[in-house]
Structures are given as structure tokens and as C-alpha cells.
């Protein structure tokens, strides 16, 4: 059973940046595909990005490509989401996610097994 304990989040002005970390307990992390996931008051949880366990492979929702980057520490059992130019409709809950050993990345909420509590980012106008 993983636990992940995610970290990072605050308020910054529209523009700023911010980064968030997602620390695993499980002793098999270099495995997991991990995946970040937002949620905004009143709206579904919506992919943000995920790296696959394999290749170390990103991917990346449209709204974000360019500005986020998602990159991993196995030896430190953490995943980092680097936020540059945050934009208020960043606004959310950031969730950190991990679906079982040796799987592919998916969007899908529904994919991933394990979640952290989330951090809360807002971005002021």
C-alpha cells in the first residue's frame, strides 16, 4: 500500500511560480507511473500530468504544456510539479496519484489507486 504526502502549495500572484513534491512510502516507487491531478470548487478532477515508470516519459494536459514540468527523485521516493507562470484558472486542489507497478500512464482519475490528501494552490489576479 502506497502513501503519498504531497507539499508545495500556496498563494502566489498570477505569473509566479511554485513547485509541489510528492513524497511515497512504498518501497517499490521507481515502479509506479505517478500522475498529478487538480480539482477546482464545483468541477470534476482534471488530468494534469503523469510520468510513466519505464521511461520516465512525460505527458501533459494542454492547458499547462509549457509551463509545468514533472520529473521524478527515485532515490529520494519523490515526484516534483514544477508550476512556472501560474494563471488563476490554475486555481485547485493538486492531488498526487499512483496506479499499480509496471503500468502505463493514464488521464483517467479512475486509473490511479493511491492519492495523497492535496495541496491547495491559488493564484491571484
Known amino acids: 500500500q502506497e502513501q503519498l504526502v504531497e507539499s508545495g502549495g500556496g498563494l502566489v500572484q498570477a505569473g509566479g511560480s511554485l513547485r509541489l513534491s510528492c513524497v511515497a512510502s512504498?518501497?517499490?516507487?521507481?515502479?509506479?507511473?505517478m500522475g498529478w491531478f487538480r480539482q477546482a470548487p464545483g468541477k470534476v478532477r482534471e488530468f494534469v500530468a503523469a510520468?510513466?515508470?519505464?521511461?520516465?516519459?512525460?505527458y501533459y494536459a494542454d492547458s499547462v504544456k509549457g509551463r509545468f514540468t514533472f520529473s521524478r527523485d527515485n532515490a529520494a521516493n519523490t515526484v516534483y510539479l514544477q508550476m512556472n507562470n501560474l494563471k488563476p484558472e490554475d486555481t485547485a486542489v493538486y492531488y498526487c496519484?499512483?496506479?499499480?507497478?509496471?503500468?502505463?500512464?493514464?488521464?483517467?482519475?479512475?486509473?490511479?489507486?493511491?492519492w495523497g490528501q492535496g495541496t491547495q494552490v491559488t493564484v491571484s489576479s
Open positions: 510520468i510513466n515508470w519505464s521511461d520516465g516519459n512525460t
Open positions: 512504498g518501497r517499490t516507487f521507481s515502479r509506479y507511473t
Open positions: 496519484a499512483a496506479a499499480q507497478p509496471n503500468t502505463r500512464w493514464s488521464p483517467a482519475p479512475g486509473y490511479y489507486d493511491y
